[in-house]
């Protein structure tokens, strides 16, 4: 049976502390055979992002207060909650409007991608060995920003560092701007409306980052619900996911200092990476804690396959 079917006044009787409502939470998320993709990977650690965010208390106390009471207002909003992750199947970090990446909070709603790119693992190693303690990159940009998360996380770790946040949309700009604000970056961190590099004609970089639009068609027809609460324009491109990386790699180049550097996240579509560019030496980052499909090029790299590149672009 799922919540929305459950009397309110029923649960409020038979369920009484954190604990309880763990349990029962866990158990409709599983029933009701829900997707986690977005911060959490299983139904409990999602019931405990939920249930401790209705309560107020940080998620690393779960395990202390789970006998815990709750007053018949909390358990209201408790189940409230659950109710909205089952019924709207809305991904948590929608339903409390906060993601962490890279240790830092963020803001965010549905005109963003939920942050859960692996390069926050890179931001924390600060892009060892690509850079170092006496070699840091003075100018960073953040290539299809979203929420900000990366051109953030990257000023907190490079706190004397320019970083410039690009996106074509609007509305992800404005979400980027409440971050920027929030952390205190509004000196340090500027955000641009562009066309991937349209709007930093004659600027260059020693670091661009970017995790942009890559879904491939057949992974955007087959996401599970929870993914079509997020901005199409974040998550497909092309037939084959690469039409804006096509773009990034036959222009990046010109974009970079010497001895600068290119990190581009691709996910599933590093397949279609491989075969369209069979003869460019990617080198494909590793991550202690999961993910895949990330790239790195320097700018000599980018040079020496131009050709390739630009062909592939104008082909596309």
């Not at 999602?46 to 207060?65: C, D, H, K, Y």
């Not at 006496?134 to 998360?149: F, K, V, Y």
């Not at 990617?282 to 999961?290: K, N, P, Q, S, V």
């Amino acid at each position: 049976m799922k919540v929305n079917e459950v009397d309110y006044s029923a649960l409020t009787n038979e369920l009484h502390t954190i604990g309880d409502y763990l349990r029962f939470a866990t158990s409709e998320f599983n029933q009701a055979e829900l997707y986690f993709g977005h911060g959490t990977n299983n139904a409990w650690h999602e019931a405990i992002t939920l249930v401790m965010f209705a309560v107020s208390l940080p998620v690393e106390l779960s395990e202390q207060v789970f006998n815990c009471r709750l007053t018949v207002h909390e358990k209201l909003a408790v189940i409230a909650l659950i109710n909205r992750r089952i019924t709207e199947q809305l991904p948590a970090a929608y339903l409390t409007n906060h993601a962490q990446f890279a240790g830092l909070p963020f803001y965010v709603d549905e005109r963003v991608l939920v942050p859960r790119s692996p390069i926050a693992e890179l931001i924390e190693q600060h892009f060892s060995p690509m850079f170092t303690a006496d070699t840091p990159p003075q100018r960073i940009l953040d290539l299809c920003t979203g929420s900000g998360c990366i051109a953030i996380a990257c000023a907190v770790t490079f706190p004397e560092a320019e970083v410039d946040a690009l996106d074509l949309s609007v509305d992800a700009l404005t979400v980027a701007q409440i971050n920027i604000e929030n952390h205190g970056l509004t000196e340090q961190v500027i955000p641009i409306q562009s066309d991937v590099f349209t709007g930093i004609q004659g600027q260059s970089y020693d670091l661009i980052v970017t995790n942009p639009p890559y879904v491939d068609q057949d992974d955007v027809d087959a996401l599970p619900q929870e993914y079509l609460h997020e901005p199409v324009m974040g998550l497909g491109s092309g037939f084959d996911g690469l039409d804006i990386v096509r773009e990034i790699l036959a222009q990046a180049a010109s974009h970079l200092n010497d001895n600068g550097v290119l990190i581009c996240e691709v996910g599933n579509s590093q397949i279609h990476v491989e075969q369209v560019y069979p003869e460019v030496p990617f080198t494909w980052l590793t991550f202690e804690r999961g993910g895949h499909g990330v790239f790195m090029l320097t700018k000599d790299q980018l040079t020496q396959h131009s050709n390739c590149f630009t062909q592939a672009f104008e082909q596309k």
